[in-house]
């Protein structure tokens, strides 16, 4: 008689903190929403690849990041950290992550004064070395938008391979209802 197939890893348990040379990055809070009003969540150029419009109000931001509060606490969906500079404590964007048995997907926004730093393949290239020091975990990945040659150069700083196109795959409410082209970067293990 065969035994019984292994029971899956169970889903690693993220970092409450973690610092990069210039970064420090602790899960987003409600408390954050005026901080990430005024640094990202009111730019429509910063949200026009993402899949949520800017925001008219700290109040709106406050909403989202509850459901972000309820994410962290219950260990499911997209839980995202809010990252500051180290020297100043200023807040300047955030990166996420959700899993889904052994990949890990990830998603990020910085402001647009903060643009061109390297700050953001300095958040993902840590996130994405955590993860695939995980037991269970074999693929970290992103994508984004086909127009979108920044973010698939953050993807490839942090050493993830051009996976391929998704053809109609996401839609990005600041350019309209119907599916856009993503492209696909992964690192596995
Ligand atoms: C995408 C984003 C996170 C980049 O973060 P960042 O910390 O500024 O990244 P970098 O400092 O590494 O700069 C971006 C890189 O892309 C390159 N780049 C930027 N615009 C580009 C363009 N139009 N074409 C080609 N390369 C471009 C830059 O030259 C740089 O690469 P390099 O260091 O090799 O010269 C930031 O621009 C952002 O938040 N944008 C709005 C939100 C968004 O699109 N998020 C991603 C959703 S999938």
């Known amino acids: 008689m065969s035994s019984p197939a292994p029971a899956p890893a169970a889903a690693p348990a993220l970092p409450l903190e973690f610092t990069t040379p210039r970064l420090v990055a602790r899960p987003t809070r409600?408390?954050?929403a005026p901080e990430i009003f005024?640094?990202?969540?009111?730019?429509?150029?910063?949200?026009?690849?993402?899949?949520?419009?800017?925001h008219?109000?700290?109040a709106t931001v406050a909403e989202f990041l509850a459901h972000g509060e309820w994410a962290w606490a219950t260990?499911?969906?997209?839980?995202?950290?809010?990252?500051?500079?180290?020297?100043?404590?200023e807040l300047v964007g955030?990166?996420?992550?959700?899993i889904k048995g052994p990949a890990?997907?990830?998603?990020?926004?910085?402001?647009?004064?903060?643009?061109?730093?390297?700050?953001?393949?300095?958040?993902?290239?840590?996130l994405v070395d955590w993860a695939l020091a995980q037991p269970g975990v074999y693929r970290a990945w992103a994508f984004c938008d086909a127009d979108n040659p920044?973010?698939?150069?953050?993807?490839?700083?942090?050493?993830?391979?051009f996976e391929?196109?998704?053809?109609?795959w996401h839609v990005c409410p600041e350019l309209g209802d119907e599916p856009r082209d993503c492209v696909v970067y992964a690192r596995v293990r």
Not at 150 to 161: D, Q, T
């Open 30 to 32: 409600v408390a954050d």
């Open 38 to 54: 005024a640094a990202y969540a009111a730019d429509p150029l910063v949200t026009r690849y993402l899949s949520w419009r800017h």
């Open 56 to 58: 008219a109000s700290p």
């Open 75 to 89: 260990g499911a969906g997209h839980r995202g950290y809010a990252l500051r500079l180290r020297a100043t404590g």
């Open 94 to 98: 955030s990166i996420g992550l959700e």
């Open 104 to 126: 890990v997907m990830f998603g990020y926004v910085l402001g647009r004064s903060y643009w061109g730093n390297g700050y953001m393949p300095e958040a993902l290239v840590h």
């Open 150 to 161: 920044g973010s698939a150069r953050v993807m490839e700083k942090a050493g993830m391979e």
């Open 164 to 168: 391929g196109r998704l053809r109609r």
